[in-house]
């Protein structure tokens, strides 16, 4: 049983390590902001901002339109070989 409680001390304090000085200042000015946060309600300690989209609308319309309109030439340009395709394998197999 005696050990047993070594062997855990051994792990606990070889498993923690030191602060730096860096992450203890940090550490301390997460503690205060969090104080100064406790009883007061959500609005009032962090106001929402609303997030504007990056791309215009007009923008997102036109990068739709080129690639949407792309790949509906390209289908268009395919689908009658792949239908000529289709149609002369019909006419084999029940020819």
Same mark, same amino acid.
């Given at each position: 049983?005696?050990?047993?409680?070594?062997? #855990?001390?051994?792990?606990?304090?070889? /498993?923690?390590?030191?602060?730096?000085?860096?992450?203890?200042?940090?550490?301390?000015?997460?503690?205060?902001? *969090?104080?100064?946060?406790?009883?007061?309600?959500?609005? /009032?300690?962090?106001?929402?901002?609303?997030?504007?989209?990056? #791309?215009?609308?007009?923008?997102?319309? #036109?990068?739709?339109? =080129? =690639?949407?309109?792309?790949? $509906?030439?390209? $289908?268009?340009?395919? =689908?009658? *070989? $792949?239908?000529?395709? =289709?149609?002369?394998?019909?006419?084999?197999?029940?020819?």
């Amino acid at each position: 049983m005696v050990g047993a409680k070594v062997i #855990l001390l051994w792990m606990m304090i070889n /498993t923690c390590q030191a602060q730096t000085p860096q992450q203890r200042r940090a550490n301390d000015r997460f503690a205060k902001t *969090e104080a100064a946060k406790r009883g007061k309600a959500q609005t /009032t300690t962090k106001p929402k901002k609303n997030t504007k989209s990056p #791309l215009s609308a007009s923008w997102v319309v #036109l990068l739709a339109f =080129v =690639v949407c309109g792309g790949l $509906l030439l390209e $289908l268009l340009r395919i =689908v009658p *070989e $792949l239908w000529s395709t =289709v149609a002369s394998w019909f006419t084999r197999i029940t020819g």
